[in-house]
C-alpha cells in the first residue's frame, strides 16, 4: 500500500504574475509581473511536485516584459511629441524678429486692414509735460500700408509696444511731440496705399535713470501673429549716451588748438 499523493495547489505567485501583467499600469503592472512570475518558477521548482503554475507564471513573464518595452516605447513617443508640441508653440507664440528698415507683411487676420509694415528706427524726441515724471520721449518711425480693402481705422496703435532693454514694454502715449505724422491718429488708410509717419512713446524717468534703452518694436494685433523688429545697436548706445548726460549734467568737452579734447 502506498499512502495517498496529496492534491497539487497552483501556486499564488504564478497567478498573480498573470494578473498584475494583464492590469499593465503604465508598465508597473509589467515589472511585477515579471518578478512574481521569477518567484513563481522558484518556489514551484522547489515544490518538489506539490504545486503547478509554470505556464501561468511563464505567461506572467512574457506578457509583463512586453509591458515593460510598450511603456518605455510610450514614454519615449510622449517626450518626443511633447518636445515638437513645445517647440511648435514656442515658435508661434514667439515673435518674428527681423532688422529695422525690413518690410512685414501682417496676417490677413488683423482686424485693423493693415498689410504690411516697415520699423524704420527710433530717435529721441522733447518728453512730454505730465504729471508721471515721464524722462525722454521715443519717436518710431514706421511705414503702414493697408491691404486691398483698405484700414478705414487707420493703424490699431494699441498693438505697438517698444521693448526696453530691462525687458518691459511701453504702449504708445498720444503726448509725445512727433517730428513726422501721427500714424496713431486712426486717420483712415485707402486700400492699397501706405503712409508714412511715428508712433510715440515715453520712458519713465526711473528706467532712464538705470540705464534702460529702446532694443526692439512689436506688433502684435493678435495672439498667432507677432512681429518685432530689432533696432541697430549704435541707436540703442546712443540712447544710452543721452540718458547718462542728462542724469549727470556732464559738459560737452570743448577742443583745444592741439586739436584734442580739453578737459574741465
Partial sequence: MYPPTPPRQTN???????????????????????????????????????????????????IGAVGILMAIATA??????????????HEVLSPRVVDAGRTVTISSADPSGVDRITVYGARDVPAPISGLAEARGIAVSAQVCAGRNGAPSGLDASSFLLRLSDGTSLWP????????????????IAAGTCVTGDVGFSIPARQVGLGAVPTRVLYNPELFDNDAWRLPRATASG???????RKLRLPAPSVSPSGRPALR
Avoid: Y
Avoid at 239 to 245: E, H, L, Y
Fill in 76 to 89: 519615449v513617443l510622449m517626450v518626443i511629441v511633447g518636445s515638437a508640441i513645445s517647440r511648435s508653440v
Fill in 12 to 62: 499564488g505567485f504564478s497567478i498573480a504574475a498573470l494578473v498584475t501583467s494583464l492590469l499593465w499600469l503604465g508598465g508597473v503592472g509589467g515589472i511585477l509581473g515579471v518578478v512574481f512570475g521569477i518567484v513563481a518558477h522558484r518556489q514551484i521548482r522547489h515544490s518538489e511536485g506539490r504545486e503547478t503554475g509554470e505556464g501561468l507564471a511563464t505567461a506572467g513573464i512574457v
Fill in 173 to 188: 502715449v498720444s503726448d509725445v511731440p512727433l517730428p513726422g505724422a501721427d500714424l496713431a491718429a486712426g486717420d483712415p
Fill in 239 to 245: 540712447f544710452r549716451g543721452a540718458s547718462v548726460r
